[in-house]
Structure formats: structure tokens, C-alpha cells
């Protein structure tokens, strides 16, 4: 059992419940919001031995673990800072967990950046854009053209049903880049007019599949038969290690109200048995490698097919649920 002094902080607490309600969401803010809440942990605990210490941090990491099960970048999160956590003493393990904490939010931040400088590559000065949800990796790349003097349109999806494209279409405009805001319906008829699809990921599998907001494979199939790029810009830290040995990832299915209200289900359900409607709401998909044109990491651009190799490279060593007791 762990010890009594093993409690997670409030605080913890706190980041589990804001990235579970999405007030704290996309797979990059996720994994950054849970390494600091790692390090607070770390910092406020107060556990009277390493033993507790160490529970106190898995429990904390169960925590933030449980809150969403698609974005990978949470678990890798967690993981590099567990593995970080090393010493004998409380005082060691504190200050190393707290270190590997922020080395891992640096790393995070330089990534995004170099990652936009290899998309930029791929954009040419007039270019249009069709994004989908809100990904900053994404816009990363858009950032790093716009400093380049390249010229970039936008045509923004809605992103039903929680309009993440609204935060998408606010931050270019923040940049001055001339935004079409579209219904998700419009995506196919949009496509005649973009140069390159442009969209983030979530998780990406050992195959090259794409586990993004759904809504992302249906726009890559059309996109396909359009003859417009695919382009997917993922940090290393939305690699799935667990697809190396045949897992798959967890698509989260989220709650009726965000689909439709209550007033909205009595005015269908009327006076019929209201077991009869149901509401799916799957918050993500998953597009297969033969629709992704390149994969944009701040490794350099991939080929879906090729990601396997990167992974390895990268997650070859045992990868582990740190946070189990
Ligand atoms: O699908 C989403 C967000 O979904 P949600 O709004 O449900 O979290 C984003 O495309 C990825 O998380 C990548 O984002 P980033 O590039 O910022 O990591």
C-alpha cells in the first residue's frame, strides 16, 4: 500500500480536471501542462521518505494518465519524467524530477519551433491552407513561412462539435493571415482552391496511421482524390511507442451535450421511447498512411511508411507504465 504521505497535490488535481473538461487541450498543451504539474507535485510534496515520495509522484501521474486516453503525448510526458526521478534521498529525487520536468517543457517548445522551420519548407509565398481542429504544430509551420515573408491564406474548418476551429482562425488572424471560416460540409467543395491540407496529430502509429480530431481521415480521403497534399505535423512526442508491439490507440468518445442539447433530444425524441436515440460522439479517427503525403517532425519530414524507423530510434528501449504502483 502506499504510504499515507503519498497524496497528490491539489494542484494536480486541478491541471487533471482543466485537461479532462478541455479547458487544457491539443496533444502539445496536454503534454507540457502535465509535466508542470509533475514538477509541482514534485516541489509540494510533502513526503517524509523516497518511498513515499516516489508513490506520491505515480499517484500524481495516475492522475493526469486518466484523464484522456487518445493524445500519446501525455503518457510520453509522464514517462521522460518518471524515468527523470532519480536519487536516494528526497531532496535528490525532488530536484532531479523537477529538472527532468523542465528540460522536458524546454525540449518541447524548441521542438514546435524547429518542427515549424521543416513545414515552412513545404509552403510557397501565395500559398492556401485548409486546416482542421487547432493544432499548434500546425501552425508552427505557418508561423515559421509567415517570418520567411512567405504570404499564406487559410481556409479554417469549423471543427464541429466544439469549433476548435474558431481558436485556429483567431491566431491567424492574430497574424494577420487572411482566414475562410468553413463549415466541416464544405471541406470537399474548399479543397478546389487549397494548395495543402495542413493538420496535427494527436498519436501516430507504427504504420504511419494518423490519430487526429475526427473528421481528418474523410479530409485526407478527399484530399487524395483532389491531388492536395497531406501534410501532418507532429512533434516526436505524438510517436506511439506502444504500436511497435500491436497495440492500438484509444479513440476517446466524448459526452452527448456536446452534440446536442436537451432541448434538442426532447424536440427528436417527442413522445417515442428516448432509449431509441443515441448520440456517438468519437473525438478522434484514424487516417491510414496511404492518405498522408509527409509527416513533419522536428526530426525532418517522413513518409508515413518510414515513421517505424524514427520510433525505433527513438523508443527502443522498454517503454512502461511508470505510473502503475
Ligand atoms: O486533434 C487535436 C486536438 O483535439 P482536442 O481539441 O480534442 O484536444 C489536435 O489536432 C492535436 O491534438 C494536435 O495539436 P497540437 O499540435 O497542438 O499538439
Not at 45 to 60: H, N
Not at 84 to 95: A, I, K
Request: proline fraction near 5%; include cysteine.
Amino acid at each position: 500500500m502506499a504510504p499515507a504521505d503519498a497524496r497528490v497535490d491539489p494542484a494536480v488535481e486541478e491541471t487533471a480536471r482543466a485537461i479532462a473538461e478541455m479547458e487544457i487541450r491539443g496533444a502539445a498543451a496536454i503534454a507540457d501542462a502535465a509535466a508542470e504539474a509533475l514538477a509541482t507535485q514534485a516541489r509540494q510534496t510533502d513526503a517524509g521518505s523516497p518511498e513515499a515520495f516516489r508513490a506520491a509522484l505515480r499517484r500524481a501521474a495516475r492522475t493526469l494518465y486518466e484523464t484522456r486516453p487518445t493524445a500519446v503525448s501525455l503518457p510520453n510526458a509522464l514517462r521522460y519524467v518518471l524515468h527523470g526521478m532519480e536519487g536516494t534521498t528526497v531532496s535528490d529525487l525532488r530536484s532531479s524530477t523537477i529538472a527532468h520536468a523542465e528540460e522536458f517543457r524546454t525540449d518541447l517548445e524548441q521542438a514546435q519551433s524547429r518542427l515549424g522551420e521543416v513545414g515552412a519548407n513545404r509552403l510557397r509565398d501565395g500559398d492556401v491552407v485548409l486546416t482542421h481542429c487547432h493544432s499548434t504544430d500546425a501552425l508552427a509551420c505557418v508561423e515559421a513561412a509567415l517570418e520567411e515573408g512567405k504570404e499564406i491564406e487559410a481556409i479554417v474548418k469549423e471543427t464541429r462539435p466544439r469549433k476548435q476551429g474558431h481558436i485556429t482562425a483567431r491566431e491567424l488572424r492574430e497574424w494577420g493571415v487572411p482566414v475562410s471560416l468553413v463549415v466541416d460540409n464544405a471541406a470537399r467543395r474548399s479543397l478546389e482552391r487549397a494548395d495543402h491540407v495542413l493538420v496535427g496529430a494527436d498519436s501516430i502509429a507504427a504504420d504511419g496511421s494518423v490519430v487526429n480530431k475526427i473528421g481528418t481521415s474523410g479530409l485526407a480521403v478527399m484530399a487524395r482524390e483532389r491531388g492536395v497534399p497531406v501534410v501532418v505535423a507532429a512533434q516526436t512526442i505524438k510517436l506511439h511507442p506502444d504500436t511497435m508491439t500491436g497495440h492500438t490507440v484509444e479513440i476517446e468518445r466524448r459526452a452527448e451535450s456536446e452534440v446536442l442539447s436537451d432541448e434538442e433530444r426532447a424536440e427528436i425524441v417527442g413522445e417515442s421511447d428516448p432509449d431509441g436515440l443515441t448520440v456517438e460522439n468519437p473525438a478522434f479517427d484514424v487516417t491510414p498512411p496511404r492518405h498522408v503525403d509527409a509527416i513533419v517532425t522536428e526530426r525532418g519530414q517522413f513518409p508515413p511508411e518510414s515513421i517505424v524507423v524514427l520510433m525505433r530510434e527513438l523508443f527502443g528501449h522498454s517503454t512502461g507504465e511508470p505510473w502503475r504502483p
